[in-house]
């Protein structure tokens, strides 16, 4: 039943054995025991509930804000307090919670990507307390698929609570654009690059990108690696058995390159939500992002498939990047009881279902019916359960925090100097440092 989905498909990441026995990919087995105190039934109900994330932008904020009304309904007399700090893919709020950790002040609950940012930064160091009694408790191996519960499990233990399974591989185009100019969804390389020359003197930039914090910049080079080399070298290339600097991922660095000649040059003052605005007001086509921007187009009131569209980013259908969204318990929680209670929502159906229509994400449960999602999402329901699935290196799961901060920041020197072979060079040392310890 719940876990059917997941049986054909392989989750290619890092090789390694998880807590389930399967290889799956991340890496876990290298980790360091983690063993907290286990948790126990809990009884919420008074005082405060604080959680932690980077949702503020339309569409996440809007997700966000239907599990609080599931819980408040539920325990009316908690008082929430959203501590959500913006920018995109956490990069202001990583260094805050990173300091709050350490203080010793966590939140009550934080946001965290399944995987290697969950794994390998916060059960390693010990500041998590386990989550598997409750996730025993509510029944969640019959709904949420065991490939999605080993990655957020280590030492025989769950470690949080996955709320949704985002897409990172996704073009994302104003469709009326598209049409008026001839032209249909491209599905290659050299599809997407001859619709954006096409586009040029149309638009003010055809492709669309707000680069602030430079993940995004990021995304399109897992995305073109992905596209160049497939699943088998991206899992490879992302676990340090391939070499960045490969003609794979030098193809993929060309094609940024030559995407780049077609992006608005405000980019690097610009987030992603910014840029999907730039959709909506048609000063640009395309954007590649995750499907957190459909989210953000239907909370501006655009309807999928009339005003915008989806298509597989250039070159990857039958992939699937996968960003997944977790929730976890620290330690020294201030609210523990409060807190597993917001677990038991962010797990729930009623909490899923409110959650990610809004979100613009895939629920991690396989028991919410599909018929309340838009069609682009529907589509990614019925493709989730075919596609090769790997997981992001951007998003926090394929490879650990220090190695993807850095790729950011390479990232960032690249979209000025351009240089194709420093780059891949240069990420390789960055192999070297990070993933293969
Ligand atoms: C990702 C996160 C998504 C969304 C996105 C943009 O890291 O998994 O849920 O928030 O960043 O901020």
């Not at 008074?46 to 408040?72: C, P, R, V």
């Not at 260094?95 to 390693?124: C, N, Y």
């Not at 991690?364 to 018929?371: C, E, K, Q, Y």
């Given at each position: ?20 026995g ?8 290298d ?19 604080e ?11 809007d ?36 300091t ?17 940012e ?26 949420i ?22 897409r ?14 001839k ?38 080079l ?10 088998d ?53 395309f954007?590649?992002m995750?499907d ?15 005003d ?81 699935l ?36 240069n ?11």
């Amino acid at each position: 039943m719940g876990n059917e989905r997941w049986t054909r498909r392989q989750f290619v990441g890092r090789a390694g054995k998880t807590a389930g026995g399967v290889v799956l990919g991340l890496g876990l087995a290298d980790l360091l025991a983690a063993c907290g105190t286990t948790t126990t039934s809990s009884s919420a109900g008074t005082g405060n509930l604080e959680i932690f994330s980077w949702w503020t932008a339309g569409g996440e904020a809007d997700g966000l804000k239907e599990m609080f009304g599931i819980y408040s309904k539920k325990y009316p007399n908690v008082k929430i307090i959203n501590a959500a700090v913006a920018g995109g893919a956490g990069t202001n709020a990583k260094a805050v919670l990173k300091t709050r950790m350490e203080g010793g002040k966590p939140p009550d609950s934080f946001q965290v990507h399944a995987g290697q940012e969950l794994i390998s930064t916060w059960v390693k160091a010990d500041k998590m307390e386990p989550v598997t009694s409750v996730w025993n408790d509510q029944g969640w191996d019959k709904t949420i698929p065991s490939d999605l519960k080993n990655i957020v499990s280590s030492n025989g233990q769950v470690w949080s609570v996955p709320v949704n399974v985002h897409r990172g591989n996704a073009l994302w185009y104003n469709k009326k654009l598209l049409d008026q100019n001839k032209i249909t969804p491209p599905k290659t390389m050299d599809d997407f690059l001859s619709a954006l020359g096409a586009l040029k003197s149309k638009v003010q930039a055809p492709l669309a990108l707000g680069s602030q914090g430079n993940w995004q910049v990021q995304m399109l080079l897992e995305n073109n690696i992905l596209a160049a080399g497939g699943p088998d070298f991206y899992k490879k290339v992302f676990s340090g058995q391939a070499s960045f600097t490969d003609a794979n991922v030098k193809q993929a660095l060309t094609w940024i390159k030559s995407m780049l000649n077609y992006v608005n040059s405000d980019h690097p003052t610009l987030g992603w939500d910014d840029a999907d605005k730039r959709l909506i007001a048609g000063t640009s086509v395309f954007n590649i992002m995750g499907d957190w921007a459909k989210g953000y187009f239907t909370a501006n009131s655009w309807v999928a498939n009339t005003d915008f569209g989806a298509a597989p980013s250039p070159g990857t259908s039958g992939n699937y990047v996968i960003v997944c969204d977790t929730f976890g318990l620290p330690k020294g929680a201030p609210d523990r009881d409060n807190a597993i209670a917001w677990l038991k929502v962010c797990g729930s159906e009623e909490g899923q279902a409110a959650f990610n229509p809004k979100k613009g994400s895939i629920p991690a449960r396989t028991d919410v019916p599909a018929s309340i999602f838009d069609p682009i999402a529907q589509q990614f329901i019925a493709e989730f359960k075919t596609d090769a699935l790997v997981p992001s290196s951007a998003h926090g799961s394929a490879t650990p925090d220090a190695f993807a901060s850095a790729v950011n920041d390479e990232m960032g020197q690249f979209v000025i100097n351009k240089n194709v072979d420093k780059t891949s060079s240069n990420l390789q040392q960055l192999s070297d440092e990070f993933l293969k310890a």
